[in-house]
């Protein structure tokens, strides 16, 4: 089902893109219009049951996190030996093992994010630097933009985290199938926040308290890629590069594959994330890497559900719910047309079946 | 000045468990733990969200919009995105009441 908002005039894209920025866009009128840290839909779940859902544990955490390194290490391993063999080999091997790397990292840093992963607090933090590191982001800075992405999802110049913005940015999201534009972003805030530069949008929603953390994170990082760098120079070898850095671009297909299904083409600016996420039926592997996200309305509904226990939020108040998707294919066959028509038709958004209120 | 108020029955809440609590314009979030109670402001530090519909684990509480903590007994914020303290306030239960003095 899809609908076109009426009464919004097409404007072209460099104004639409400036509606998203945190400073100077559509913040202030979001706020007059009550959508900033507003009051969102819940669906009723008893409070016995939702304490249930609740309920921490290492044990899912810690397993899924050694399976992941361990195939992060294999992966690796048979990267090593083709790469040692002057192997056609390495390339796909190189390509499984960035892949590990790199996707399944943003999940993980999700999730250790929220807190909820595992129930020991420094397993999730240990858990969230590295996952950080892994998919090129800024620990701390995303910590809290991902904050602000939960108060106020998909709302147009408060949400720093929209990855869809319209009209859509076809370069853009082409250039981050390797997550180009992204590090290109990440890298030059890195090197400003080093040198004590925080970002002037990130200064909006980053407390001055943590600042020193986002400097020395950015530091601690950019050292580590110069030690990468000075492997290379040493070894006269891109070969270390391909095991820490670039992976974090050639291996983001996927967590972008994941990623999108989440809110593209879904309406900005309601409060109700039945309407602005999206709940997809994957296949066991799938849910492995993506760490469960493809429950999604879930999610955001009550973050604090750890991922072990979406699926049993999902059937609590499934009934409440739009029907899920059946694949992430199914949702690509509305994402994808959606997406065109948003490059001409900015006001254009899918609309989700919302059971009605009884 | 301050005085003690009856904030509803012991028994009432379960253990290691959050009940919301309105008196005289405020909000509270009252707690059992190990059978104590504790009493802390309603809202979370940070941003608008009630306490009472958080996760109780042990002496934390984790805040159900962001997954902010506080130790429940002295109000610490213990992890982002919570940076300032929770109020909290003396309780007690007496003949299966809780008071709490605000």
């Known amino acids: 089902m899809s609908h076109r908002q009426t009464g919004s005039p097409t404007r072209d894209a460099d104004t639409h893109h400036q509606a998203y920025r945190l400073i100077g866009g559509a913040g202030d009128a979001a706020f007059a219009a009550g959508l900033v840290n507003a009051v969102w839909y819940k669906c009723p779940v008893p409070r016995a049951v939702m304490k249930a859902l609740m309920q921490r544990s290492d044990a899912a955490a810690l397993r899924d996190t050694f399976i992941w390194y361990g195939l992060i290490v294999g992966s690796g391993g048979l990267a090593w030996l083709a790469w040692r063999a002057n192997s056609a080999w390495a390339i796909p091997a190189f390509f499984l093992y960035g892949t590990l790397y790199c996707s399944p990292a943003d999940a993980r840093w999700h999730e250790c994010g929220h807190g909820t992963a595992f129930k020991t607090r420094w397993l999730n933090d240990f858990v969230y630097q590295l996952a950080s590191f892994q998919v090129f982001r800024r620990a701390t800075v995303w910590r809290w933009s991902h904050a602000r992405h939960h108060t106020d999802t998909l709302i147009v110049g408060r949400d720093p985290e929209i990855a869809v913005r319209r009209p859509t940015d076809w370069a853009a999201l082409l250039l981050n199938v390797v997550a180009l534009k992204h590090v290109a972003n990440e890298l030059r805030k890195m090197i400003g926040a080093a040198f004590g530069n925080i970002g002037a949008e990130e200064e909006t929603f980053v407390p001055e308290s943590e600042w020193p953390k986002v400097k020395r994170e950015a530091r601690i990082t950019l050292l580590i890629y110069g030690v990468v760098i000075l492997a290379c120079a040493a070894s006269n070898s891109i070969l270390p590069l391909l095991f820490i850095g670039l992976p974090s671009l050639y291996g983001a297909w996927l967590y972008l594959y994941f990623g999108l299904t989440q809110h593209a083409g879904l309406p900005e600016n309601v409060l109700d994330h039945r309407k602005n996420c999206r709940t997809i039926e994957m296949n066991p592997v799938f849910r492995f890497l993506y760490w469960n996200m493809n429950y999604h309305v879930e999610h955001h509904m009550f973050p604090m559900v750890p991922f072990h226990a979406l699926a049993r939020l999902h059937e609590t108040v499934k009934h409440d719910m739009p029907p899920p998707y059946g694949s992430t294919l199914a949702a690509y066959a509305e994402i994808i047309p959606a997406l065109i028509r948003q490059t001409r038709d900015p006001s254009f958004h899918v609309v989700r079946p919302v059971p009605k209120a009884p | ?102």
Request: hydrophobic share 35%; net charge negative.
């Open chain 2, 1 to 102: 000045m301050t005085q003690w108020i009856d904030a509803g029955a012991f028994d009432d809440i379960e253990e290691e468990d959050v009940v919301r609590f309105d008196h005289a314009g405020r909000t509270y979030a009252i707690y059992r733990v190990e059978g104590e109670v504790y009493a802390s402001d309603g809202l979370c530090t940070h941003e608008h969200a009630h306490l009472c519909d958080g996760f109780v684990m042990g002496h934390v509480i984790e805040c159900p919009k962001h997954n902010g903590r506080f130790d429940l007994r002295d109000g610490r914020a213990l992890c982002a995105p919570v940076c300032e303290n929770l109020t909290t306030y003396p309780a007690k239960v007496e003949a299966g009441r809780i008071l709490i003095e605000v």
